[in-house]
């Protein structure tokens, strides 16, 4: 378990305590115990429903426009310059 | 209790409050995340535009984080507090309708589609829901009459005539109780269910008792579809383009790691890891895929129950005294089932009447006498 | 030993449309950083992705040029990984059910003919762009590019030299760009691909080790890459110079050497999953039809038409089929003079000088083809001299769609009035006798300069046979 934490930490950008794994833990312990009898249903041949209303086609013009202006998407920004959000140099 | 206030209501128009996962553009909205404070919305969501018309919005009530928790009792407390006709919040796992089977207010989890989830904090898409908590059916039903309606700018928003069609009354006869979920409930719940039965017979309901058949699996079934879709929702709060940055960092994986560790709790960290955890390779179409099958049985069940009955009951929860540091997955049996498949809800008398689809103004309408 | 090199390209195009493919932003190329962008396209949260038909319609189009199947129910899902150019986190593209399937592509090298099978074409949105800043040691993040729509096209491992590839990618652009489906042009990133690459003995059925290199933005790199990567394999495989890894390389074309990367590409994972704000596009017959309806005829027949039914000859039909922009105007200006060498003419010599003049592609021709036929006919009557023809064309470039008007506002409608032709005749060998008598003399030259100056006094406006009949009649006299 604690090999997976570390791993699914990792993942996701995260970084736990250790208070923090020991809840994680038990979340993945509570449906752990349910794993079984979840496997145990037979789903042969059943479609997966991804969407719950039968919808289809739900398309769009292919019309441009642009509300928003730089200054107001960047007026949060941690770091922002010359119209560029900035983050560490990255290494490739 | 209440995040913000505001203005004090003019008395002209009625007010309602809006939850902390409604995004509006005149102030912050956070999703009870230190990962957003301060953060404002450049745009209005659908449902807070549509109730600024007819009501004066006067502030967001606080929510648990990213609306992961037990109960949203911000939301009862600003009723009782404040000059308000409602709040309208996201009912993303069961907070909502716990909070009102245990304080006795009506809330309506609406049909899936019925009501724009553009401008929502996403947290689950595929089941989040806005929904109306109110004092009373009326009430309730005046303010989802208000935010129900087709939008153009929500891909999986049901067309126009199909949503007003949700808001007509119908007539509740019969309801089935399913046996699986009325054992095992705490004494006050037991009494809460059967009270709850009582008022139905009494405005001359007939009830029948069911078997639960696949409907336990929902509560696994949702864990896994929602955890997923919540670990893809919240990706994108890494520090980068708003919200929170940790300070000092000198590589974009510190940005990363830290800004996310920094602020999100332990119950988002949980999920998060659980969700990306059913999405690996390995685990693929044993959890995930598993999962959207086992919600079209769900799914199923109710189609075939729905030709018996009119509504379902199913408890909210176990039991009354439910403390907001339990892991909310044990409970979310209750719930789970109409989540997953985006059914309506209403909760009145202190449990869930579930519909088929669109039978909304139906529910309302019996809850109305229940009361 | 004999090696032999297996290739599979993975080719990402963007499509040619207005928008981005889940948000109304402008999709178009070289904005200042971060103008094209709004909440969603900046991973803000509310807003819900809301498919762009027209990025459907092109989807099913490549497919059809490419002999793809064509998926009647598609849908979409999320793939995820953090990197900055990806701002929600997650790419929203086509894993369980791709719009296209199963398709085709003939191309000839110096070896013959060979068919390379494509595997599938999925539509997906394009990531954001980082631009890094040494001096100031950090890294700047345009969000301009992100969700601008793209097609992948993922062909089967069926290529065996740099050759072949070049040849498999000029036919996929060309094939693209006749259909409009993107302007494919490697040098602003609309054109890219990953080689995917490894090495066997002759004849194995077994692969080797592959290795990728990702992101490839012109045939004269793609085809050094290639090189380099096939002798660094064969390397490895007979002298054990190292030891061969599944992996993602970095190109440097100014190094001439490929490097393993480092980053995000590594990782795996993508855990993808279908996308629950999204609902599955299904593909009618009506809406099929009208797109199969709309394809256009491939180069290569236009080519032959225009040779076999109009009369080209290979250097012009050739040269005509190398931009569908120009196939268009030869088109309809024929449609309208009936004359396919003329309108030919036009378009490749005085069009393409004033798209020069302009710093225009052939592609960016966009002028009324029918404007122009009616302009070549003017001049075939003989009712327009060659050099004012000139003029009205530069007005049809700009916008004109009616040269008989142009001709006669400006007055360059050719008289049949000889009288006046006679009359400058006589005045222009009056006045200028020495030129009257070199050309007596024997030089030709001189009778150019007389036949100039009659046409400039009359403005251009007279048929040039007559006045040459009526100049030398005078010539004669004089």
Not at chain 2, 134 to 143: I, M, Q, T, Y
Not at chain 2, 242 to 247: D, F, H, L, S, V
Not at chain 2, 280 to 290: A, E, G
Request: net charge negative; glycine share 6%; with cysteine.
């Amino acid at each position: 378990m604690e090999d997976l934490l570390d791993m699914l930490e990792k993942v996701n950008q995260l970084s736990l305590t250790d208070e923090e794994k020991a809840v994680a833990a038990g979340y993945f312990a509570a449906t752990e115990k349910d794993f079984a009898t979840f496997s145990a249903v037979d789903t042969d041949g059943v479609e997966p429903m991804v969407h719950v209303m039968p919808l289809e086609n739900v398309l769009r013009e292919d019309v441009s426009s642009q509300p928003f202006t730089r200054e107001d998407l960047q007026k949060g920004a941690p770091e922002a310059e010359d119209g560029y959000w900035e983050v560490p140099r990255l290494i490739e | 209790m209440t995040y913000t206030t505001k203005k004090e209501p003019t008395f002209t128009k009625d007010a309602i409050a809006l939850d902390d996962m409604i995004l509006t553009k005149d102030s912050p909205t956070t999703a009870g995340s230190k990962m957003l404070e301060g953060y404002t919305s450049l745009f209005d969501a659908t449902v807070a535009e549509k109730l600024s018309e007819d009501y004066e919005i006067l502030g967001k009530v606080a929510v648990s984080e990213f609306a992961l928790g037990m109960l949203a009792d911000s939301a009862a407390t600003a009723l009782d507090e404040k000059e308000i006709k409602a709040v309208v919040g996201l009912d993303a796992n069961g907070a909502y309708r716990r909070t009102a089977a245990l304080t006795g207010k009506v809330f309506v989890k609406p049909t899936y589609g019925t009501v724009s989830r553009f401008g929502l904090i996403p947290v689950a898409c595929s089941g989040d829901t806005v929904g109306v908590m109110a004092d009373g059916a009326d009430e309730a039903k005046e303010v989802l009459g208000v935010i129900a309606g087709h939008d153009d700018k929500d891909g999986t928003s049901l067309p126009q005539e199909v949503c007003a069609a949700a808001l007509d009354a119908g007539t509740i006869k019969k309801i089935a109780v399913v046996k699986d979920f009325t054992a095992n409930l705490s004494a006050e719940m037991t009494a809460k269910v059967d009270a709850a039965i009582e008022k139905a017979k009494a405005q001359g309901a007939e009830i029948i008792e069911v078997d639960g058949g696949v409907l336990s699996q929902a509560k696994l079934a949702w864990a896994i579809l929602s955890s997923a879709e919540f670990c893809n929702n919240v990706s994108r709060y890494d520090g980068v383009k708003y919200g929170y940055r940790a300070k000092g960092c000198h590589s974009i994986e510190e940005i990363y790691v830290r800004s996310r560790s920094e602020t999100f709790g332990s119950a988002v960290k949980s999920a998060i890891l659980y969700g990306s955890h059913v999405l690996s390779t390995d685990n693929y179409d044993k959890m995930y895929d598993k999962a959207l099958r086992v919600r079209r049985l769900v799914k199923a069940y109710f189609d075939e129950l729905f030709t018996k009955v009119d509504a379902v009951l199913l408890p909210a929860c176990s039991k009354t005294d439910l403390s907001a540091t339990e892991c909310v997955y044990e409970e979310s049996k209750y719930t789970a089932p109409a989540s997953i498949t985006g059914l309506p809800v209403v909760v009145a008398a202190g449990v869930q009447w579930l519909g088929k689809p669109l039978a909304d103004g139906a529910l309302l309408a019996f809850s109305k006498q229940l009361a | 030993m004999e090696y032999e090199v297996v290739i599979g390209l993975e080719v990402h195009c963007e499509l040619a449309t207005n928008s981005k493919i889940f948000c109304a932003c402008s999709a178009k190329y070289g904005a200042e950083a971060n103008e094209h962008v709004c909440p969603a396209c900046c991973g803000m949260p509310g807003m819900l992705p809301i498919v762009n038909k027209r990025v459907v319609d092109l989807g099913m189009t490549a497919g059809m040029m490419l002999n793809c199947h064509i998926n009647r129910k598609t849908t979409f899902d999320k793939k995820n990984y953090y990197y900055p150019d990806l701002p929600a986190a997650y790419q929203t593209t086509q894993l369980f059910a791709p719009i296209c399937v199963n398709g085709r592509v003939d191309i000839e090298t110096s070896k013959g003919k060979k068919s390379v099978r494509i595997k599938q074409i999925h539509m997906e949105e394009d990531a954001g762009k980082l631009v890094h800043d040494d001096w100031r040691d950090l890294t700047m993040v345009d969000y301009n590019r992100t969700s601008v729509p793209l097609v992948e096209i993922v062909s089967q491992p069926d290529l065996s030299s740099a050759e072949e590839v070049v040849a498999y990618l000029e036919r996929l652009r060309s094939l693209l760009r006749f259909a409009k489906v993107s302007d494919c042009r490697w040098e602003q990133g609309s054109m890219r691909c990953d080689v995917n690459l490894s090495v066997r003995e002759k004849g194995s059925d077994k692969l080797g080790v592959r290795t990728e290199m990702k992101n490839m933005n012109s045939l004269a790199a793609i085809t050094r890459a290639i090189e380099y990567e096939t002798a660094r394999h064969i390397d490895a495989i007979v002298n054990k110079t190292e030891e061969l890894v599944q992996e993602t390389r970095r190109w440097d074309d100014e190094k001439g050497k490929s490097f393993a990367m480092r980053t995000k590409e590594t990782a795996g994972d993508y855990r993808y999953f279908p996308d629950p704000n999204v609902m599955p596009v299904v593909i009618d017959d009506t809406w099929y039809n009208r797109i199969k309806d709309s394809l256009p005829e491939f180069p290569e027949v236009k080519k032959a038409r225009y040779m076999d039914e109009l009369g080209l000859g290979d250097f012009d039909a050739t040269s005509l089929v190398e931009s569908r922009a120009f196939c268009d105007v030869f088109e309809a200006a024929y449609a309208e003079c009936g004359l396919a060498k003329d309108a030919a003419n036009w378009i490749l010599k005085d069009c393409a000088n004033l798209l020069n003049r302009n710093q225009m592609t052939a592609d960016m021709l966009s002028i009324d083809g029918r404007a122009l036929g009616k302009l070549i006919r003017l001049v075939a009557d003989e009712k327009v001299g060659r050099a004012n023809a000139k003029f009205i064309l530069a007005e049809i470039f700009a916008g004109a769609t009616d040269p008989e008007k142009i001709a006669v506002e400006k007055g360059f409608i050719v008289s049949n009035d000889t009288s006046l032709i006679e009359k400058v005749v006589v005045d222009i060998v009056a006045a200028d006798p020495k030129s009257v008598a070199d050309y007596k003399g024997g030089k030709e030259k001189a009778f150019m300069a007389l036949f100039g100056k009659c046409m400039r006094e009359l403005k251009g406006n007279c048929n040039p046979q007559v006045l040459r009949e009526l100049l030398l009649k005078e010539i004669d006299k004089a």
